[in-house]
């Protein structure tokens, strides 16, 4: 495809009336697809009942087919029996219904349309159903934000690029904040679909890695469970393991510690633990864990959430291959830290005046949590010490700048002077890598938003949150620009100001489908007019407390409405 649009096959008129809320994807199931293929998706959030379309940022991905599953109420006694009776010859290989039992209030059955063809829904469906019908339910558990399902099919080319892009949702009323999915070329497996207790499913057999050296695994972590794939793996080969669960879902508003904690365990036939992993061997928490067998066999891979937590937005992906786990690296530093050493850098100061000091680690993939030292001299007296920094906004999918240590030191006298660059905790190694930055400080600004979608209306404001971290005693009035196709009201930010809430207008020409567009802040420093872009991203609440910011790709702007004939 040229574009990352992709339209769904939907065949029913859309009305026209505005929804009183954007739709709200809380995940995707499975997180990604193989190119070639066709798969069928799970999505789950709120006010997806009118999505007309979908958008992937990166291309090559078509929507073939959008469903709702409906709510399922709860069935009466004797329903629930016949239902159960229904799906258990379903299995048997009978797809007609069984005669209806001689109850006197059947006539209070509860109706719904997928019970009522039982018989002609596909093994997904029957287990979407019969996950609802055999779960328990539990009031305090509830999770609103997750209550409504769409099935989406989608088709990948063959000659998409593989990566990780942003997948959205759109329809009359708005559209969803931006989720990750992902095209790869491996094979993906998924975990079997639920079977009630009483009629478990055979064991799919073992899962082969095969000639390309890798497979994905899909699956969620449901309450109280843990997910298992047995592996056929070879004596002597080097295996990884990395799994994919934060990085879909960095911050869940309504669970603690918000967000889903996966861990890794590997078993071999008589149930020994061979390998066990719940972070990644530097900071982030989604497990990577390496392993070579002392013999061929089938091994089980484990996957739960380290407090045995579960729900259906804790899906996750894990890519095993045959060689060393791929950690990420940059070539791009200035030294390391050793073990329970310190790294030293002299430099001149030529003239008195205030310098910005700054180190840059977990940034950019090092674990070092690092603590700066000034001093006067190589061996001279501690002028000053940094260690983390307290920024006015939370941003990222796991935050690491704040480990970042960054400071001002107004120089005195000109010389030579020293920094020393330590780990917290006094680990080191040639992964603990940094970089540092001597500069003057520049007066200047950055601007994230609130929300990275921008569903506009004539006539109704859509009301956008805008924060502004101002640097080095920069406090100007800073204006936002948005293109041409939108009219914002009150988008200023005054002197001292540090939050602005725009009202955003469409100019009227139909957008039909999200576009990206760009969104600008200037402002005036030291005589010149200062303009940079706006980062796209949309806020999370972090288990009903901490917000924080999450980038998007782009700002999406479309019109917000049933659309024109």
């Known amino acids: ?69 409906p709510g399922f109420p709860n069935p009466t006694g004797p329903q629930k029996k016949h239902l159960v009776k229904w799906l258990d010859g379903i299995a048997a290989g009978n797809l007609e219904e069984p005669d209806l039992p001689d109850d006197p209030h059947i006539d209070e059955w509860r109706s719904n349309s997928w019970w009522s063809a039982l018989g002609t829904l596909d093994a997904g469906k029957i287990a ?52 990750p999915f992902e095209i790869s070329r491996e094979p993906h497996v998924a975990e079997p679909l639920y079977a009630p207790s009483h009629r478990p499913a055979p064991e799919p057999p073992p899962v082969e890695i095969g000639d390309q050296g890798a497979v994905v695994l899909d699956g969620q972590v449901l309450p109280g469970s843990t997910d298992s794939f047995r592996l056929r793996l070879a004596k002597g080969r080097r295996y990884s393991f990395r799994a994919t669960a934060r990085e879909l879902q960095p911050y869940i508003g309504d669970a603690v510690p918000g967000f889903f904690n996966a861990s890794l365990t590997l078993k071999d036939e008589s149930g020994a633990v061979v390998a066990f992993a719940d972070d990644e061997e530097r900071f982030r928490p989604d497990p990577v864990m390496e392993f070579v067998p002392a013999a061929d ?73 690092a603590v700066l030292t000034l001093r006067r ?29 960054c400071g001002v030191y107004d120089f005195k006298k000109p010389g030579w002077y020293a920094v020393e660059i330590s780990d917290r905790t006094g680990h080191g190694g040639p992964d603990y890598f940094w970089r540092l930055d001597i500069r003057p400080p520049a007066p200047g600004f950055a601007v994230y938003s609130a929300r990275s979608t921008i569903p506009l209306t004539k006539k109704n404001a859509l009301k956008m949150q805008f924060r502004v971290v101002r640097r080095h005693g920069f406090d100007g009035a800073v204006k936002l620009e948005f293109p041409k196709e939108a009219r914002c009201v009150g988008g200023v930010a005054t002197s001292g100001v540090d ?38 991203c949309d806020e999370y609440e972090q288990a009903f407390a901490w917000r924080h910011l999450v980038p998007a790709g782009s700002f999406l702007l479309t019109s917000q409405g049933g659309g024109r004939k």
């Open 499 to 536: 939050v602005v809430t725009a009202q955003v207008f469409g100019m009227g020409d139909w957008i039909p489908a999200p576009r990206p567009v760009k969104v600008f802040a200037t402002a005036e420093i030291d005589g010149k007019t200062v303009r940079v872009p706006v980062v796209p």
């Open 128 to 179: 979407i159903v019969e996950r609802d019908l055999f779960t328990a339910k539990n009031p305090l558990q509830a999770t609103p934000s997750l209550r409504q399902k769409l099935l989406v099919t989608v088709f990948a080319d063959a000659n998409a690029a593989s990566g990780r892009g942003e997948l959205c949702l759109y329809g009359p009323g708005g559209i969803s904040a931006p989720r």
């Open 1 to 69: 495809m040229k574009t990352g649009i992709v339209i769904s096959a939907v065949s029913a008129l859309v009305s026209s009336a505005l929804c009183a809320a954007d739709p709200y994807v809380g995940y995707i199931y499975p997180s990604g697809i193989r190119a070639g293929e066709t798969n069928r998706l799970v999505i789950g959030g709120q006010n997806l009942s009118r999505i007309r379309g979908a958008r992937f940022s990166l291309g090559g991905l078509e929507v073939l087919k959008v469903e709702n599953v």
């Open 377 to 405: 001299g190589l061996d001279g007296p501690v002028l000053a010490r940094w260690d983390d920094v307290t920024n006015t906004v939370f941003f990222g999918t796991v935050p690491q700048a704040e480990s970042d240590p």
């Open 297 to 369: 066999g089938v091994y089980r891979l484990e996957i739960h959430d380290v407090l045995y937590r579960g729900r259906e937005d804790f899906v996750y992906s894990v890519r095993v291959s045959e060689g060393a786990a791929d950690l990420p690296r940059t070539p791009e530093h200035d030294g390391v830290v050793e073990p329970g050493g310190a790294a030293r850098r002299m430099f001149l100061v030529e003239r008195p005046g205030p310098q910005v000091i700054e180190v840059s680690a977990r940034r950019l993939g090092s674990p070092l949590d």
